[in-house]
């Protein structure tokens, strides 16, 4: 029976694996987990030290490979876009005002 002070803690992103895979019978190492952010959670799905594993890799360059595949978010992701469709409104808005002053 194991006490909570005991147990061990973890922030964010403090969690790490390697593996090794096979292409073309060379075989690769890597540490990448994804280009994005992995939960916990989804850390913990991967299994078992030594468990057996699905790897995503670049066939044109078969050194870089993930296990959670999918594109790295643009920072802020649609907020961003959102901020940047109202600068762009904005800055219109600017540009009539002051036709409209001169004409």
Do not use: M
């Not at 999918?70 to 901020?83: C, D, K, Q, T, W």
């Amino acid at each position: 029976h194991a006490h909570s002070r005991s147990w061990g803690t973890l922030r964010g992103e403090d969690f790490a694996v390697r593996y090794r895979y096979e292409v073309g019978g060379r075989t690769f190492q890597s540490d990448r987990l994804s280009f994005r952010r992995v939960s916990y959670g989804q850390f913990r799905r991967l299994g078992r030290p030594g468990d057996s594993v699905s790897v995503f890799y670049n066939p044109r360059d078969p050194g870089e490979a993930v296990l959670f595949p999918g594109a790295p978010r643009l920072a802020g992701g649609p907020l961003f876009f959102v901020g940047l469709l109202l600068a762009a409104v904005a800055a219109a808005l600017s540009v009539l005002a002051l036709f409209r002053r001169e004409a």
